[in-house]
């Protein structure tokens, strides 16, 4: 079971920048695939990107393409969500999680299912 804790959250300004990260304990860390999800007010917890095994591989969701980018450092044991371009649209409890099964550099179609580790997540709230 790998255990996780994000941080970087806050306020920012519309068209700002963010950086969140996800610190993880546990050996098995580098076998699996990671995501960073968010929830807002009244809405389902939604995929906003994702990360395989290896690093090789990257997904985002539509609306954060071209301005989120997510990497990790297996040897830190971090996952990281940089946020760039901001919008009021993307204020949310952002969080971490990591793969159910190990070993994927990708999921098809990606869901809160496939996760199986959980942050306590971090809030961003951007202001317009």
């Known amino acids: 079971q790998v255990q996780l804790v994000e941080s970087g959250g806050g306020l920012v300004q519309a068209g700002g920048s963010l950086r969140l990260s996800c610190a993880a304990s546990g050996s098995t860390f580098r076998n699996y695939a990671m995501g960073w999800f968010r929830q807002a007010p009244g809405k389902e917890r939604e995929f906003v990107a994702m990360?395989?095994?290896?690093?090789?591989?990257?997904r985002y969701a539509n609306s954060v393409k071209g301005r989120f980018t997510i990497s990790r450092d297996n040897a830190k044991k971090m996952v990281y969500l940089q946020m760039n371009s901001l919008k009021p649209e993307d204020t949310a409890v952002y969080y971490c999680a990591a793969d159910k099964r190990p070993l994927r550099d990708t999921i098809v179609v990606v869901t809160t299912r496939d996760f199986g580790s959980w942050g306590q997540g971090t809030q961003v709230t951007v202001s317009s």
């Open positions: 990360i395989g095994w290896t690093g090789g591989s990257t």
